[in-house]
């Protein structure tokens, strides 16, 4: 009985906290990582516009930089800002991560109007009447040397909201709606 296996109550040890770290909530768990700032370099395709912002320092939100984002998503046809949903930026950010890029996304369509969407609703079956881009939670992308393909699979692996795939317009579309894809 004297003899103490230190290597074995190490191992039992490691494994205990290992348990009780598996056992925490997700987000419980994501709090417990080092906390990072979140980068996104973005490009406007309709406006010519280009962006860098640290839109999160590691523990809150930038708002300075989320009202540039907004006018950086605005509906350039009706030049009007709404509110981004912040998490679609932070799905964004994860999508580079996952992706291992840090080549500038290239927005197509963020924010649209009511009235613009209707527009682009008469000229085309692929736009939903009850689009996220009228709430501020959705745009369309790509990012330049990165397969469409491997976006969408990212994408969808994130299981963060919705996920379109529109391989003939060259861009992917991501909202933070429901979980469905398309």
């Keep these: 009985m004297e003899f103490i296996d230190h290597h074995?109550?190490?191992?039992?040890?490691?494994g205990?906290?290992?348990?009780?770290?598996?056992?925490?909530?997700?987000?419980?768990?994501?709090?417990?990582?080092?906390?990072r700032p979140?980068?996104?370099?973005?490009?406007n395709l309709n406006t010519g516009e280009y962006l860098k912002t640290e839109f999160f320092d590691g523990?809150?939100?930038?708002?300075?930089?989320l009202s540039r984002l907004n006018h950086f998503f605005r509906d350039y046809r009706a030049n009007k800002i709404k509110t981004i949903d912040p998490g679609l930026f932070d799905q964004l950010y994860r999508?580079?991560?996952?992706?291992?890029?840090?080549?500038p996304v290239q927005l197509i369509s963020g924010y649209r109007s009511v009235d613009t969407n209707n527009e682009m609703r008469s000229h085309s079956r692929g736009v939903a009447k009850q689009s996220y881009h009228t709430k501020g939670q959705a745009m369309d992308f790509h990012i330049e040397g990165v397969q469409l393909a491997n976006i969408r699979k990212a994408a969808?692996?994130?299981?963060?909201?919705?996920?379109?795939?529109?391989?003939?317009?060259?861009?992917?579309?991501?909202?933070?709606g429901p979980t469905r894809s398309w």
């Design 156 to 176: 969808l692996k994130l299981k963060a909201g919705g996920v379109g795939y529109y391989p003939k317009s060259n861009f992917v579309h991501i909202d933070t």
């Design 59 to 65: 523990r809150r939100y930038n708002k300075d930089e």
């Design 38 to 43: 979140r980068i996104l370099t973005l490009a």
């Design 16 to 35: 205990g906290a290992a348990l009780g770290a598996a056992m925490l909530p997700g987000q419980a768990f994501a709090t417990l990582s080092t906390p």
């Design 8 to 14: 074995r109550r190490r191992w039992l040890a490691l």
């Design 95 to 103: 999508l580079q991560v996952m992706l291992g890029t840090n080549k």
